[in-house]
Nanobody, 125 residues
Framework: QVQLVESGGGSVQTGGSLRLSCAASVLKYSTYCLGWSRQAPGKEREEVAVIEGASMTRYADSVKGRFTISKDNANNALYLQMNSLKPEDTGVYYC???????????????????WGQGTQVTVSS
């Protein structure tokens, strides 16, 4: 059973940092891709960062260089460190998982079909 539980959202000013955490029951299984999605008000959900294996990561262009995804297998935890936050980063952030459908874990939203309850991130100018 796939269980994803996020924590760590909040409100910060532009340029601030937040760290999101996700307790992921399938973290250790290589058959799953794991990542973070976000949904801004009035916009579709988008995948912003994914991780596979020990450290292979991919990022959406909008967050590259500012966000870092990582995981801790011992604690079944997935993280998203968000630095230099901008107002356009505001939205609900979801821990996401999906059975691996390709030879790599992509940023395609359709590859993920499990999400946590979401955590709100608000960046004010």
């Amino acid at each position: 059973q796939v269980q994803l539980v996020e924590s760590g959202g909040g409100s910060v000013q532009t340029g601030g940092s937040l760290r999101l955490s996700c307790a992921a029951s399938v973290l250790k299984y290589s058959t799953y891709c794991l990542g973070w999605s976000r949904q801004a008000p009035g916009k579709e959900r988008e995948e912003v960062a994914v991780i596979e294996g020990a450290s292979m990561t991919r990022y959406a262009d909008s967050v590259k260089g500012r966000f870092t995804i990582s995981k801790d297998n011992a604690n079944n935890a997935l993280y998203l460190q968000m630095n230099s936050l901008k107002p356009e980063d505001t939205g609900v952030y979801y821990c996401a998982a999906g059975l691996r459908m390709r030879w790599y874990c992509s940023l395609r939203q359709e590859d993920y079909n499990y999400w946590g309850q979401g955590t709100q991130v608000t960046v004010s100018s």
